[in-house]
């Protein structure tokens, strides 16, 4: 479970995170959905510790990411905006060297390593570096090195992001299954139809700040908007106010 109440961030004169309060909760896929400079990527940074808050806190499973760092890399796994592999890796080694650096070890490991690749789908490409490897296989190494170490969290900035129909189905059925293996799922988009074909609550952010929250249907009921588009559309360019509770 993640719960963050009242993150501020801003860059010089730019305030990109603005007061945001959420909880995530597990077995339930979060949806940050917003505009592009929204502050989505900005405010997953500060959930997972790679950046540090102006003020306001984050607990991820009672855990406070700021006192508790390590501990907490422990029980959340990310797969950031930028992939940032090592091409002289290859998958079956980013896999390998990051379920190292969670602490595992030996034929736990190596069972862990297994799993995902098959998981995954990527027993073509396990034994290749990463070097010139496609968006889709970029996507599934860091996907597979941010689940190494089963963690009860998963981050995902923008999961789909260059991804064609059938890699956005593939992903699309993992986070169903980790919410159904009860994980506290938050994913990031900037697509209304990606979050609303996948995520039990959405969160609308603009501006640095939440502006709506709910499931599809209650958007919908908000804005007064039929279609989720023009909702989405209604309410990020409605005055951004206050986080309602
Ligand atoms: N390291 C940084 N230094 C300066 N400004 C930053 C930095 N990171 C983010 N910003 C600014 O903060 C604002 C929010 O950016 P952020 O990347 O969090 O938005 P986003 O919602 O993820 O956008 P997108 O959907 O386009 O990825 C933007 O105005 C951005 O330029």
Do not use: W
Request: aromatic fraction near 4%; glycine fraction near 10%; proline fraction near 4%.
């Amino acid at each position: 479970m993640i719960v963050a109440r009242d993150l501020h961030k801003r860059f010089g004169s730019v305030v990109a995170v603005d007061g945001v309060s959420l909880d995530a909760a597990d077995g339930q896929i979060t949806g940050l959905l917003g505009p592009n400079g929204a502050g989505k990527t900005t405010f997953l940074r500060l959930l997972y510790g790679l950046m540090l808050p102006d003020s306001g806190s984050v607990r991820v499973d009672d855990l406070d990411v700021v006192r508790d760092p390590l501990s907490v890399q422990a029980s959340i796994g990310v797969l950031p905006d930028a992939l940032g592999l090592y091409p002289r890796l290859t998958a079956r080694e980013h896999v390998r060297y990051f379920g190292q650096l969670q602490g595992l070890r030996g034929g736990a490991l190596e069972d862990r390593v297994e799993a995902l690749l098959e998981r995954l789908d990527m027993r073509s490409i396990a034994d290749r570096r990463t070097q010139g490897f496609s968006q889709g296989e970029r996507m599934k190494v860091s996907l597979a090195r941010a689940l190494v170490h089963g963690p009860n969290n998963v981050i995902l900035d923008e999961p789909t992001n260059g991804l064609d129909v059938m890699s956005t189905r593939a992903m699309r059925k993992l986070i169903r299954e980790l919410r159904d293996e009860g994980k506290c799922v938050l994913f990031s988009s900037h697509v209304m139809q990606e979050v609303s074909a996948l995520c039990d609550v959405i969160v609308l952010v603009a501006r640095g700040r939440v502006v709506a929250r709910g499931t599809p249907d209650e958007l919908r009921q908000q804005s007064g908007c039929a279609d989720l588009e023009d909702a989405f559309v209604a309410l990020t360019a409605a005055k951004a106010s206050p986080p309602a509770a």
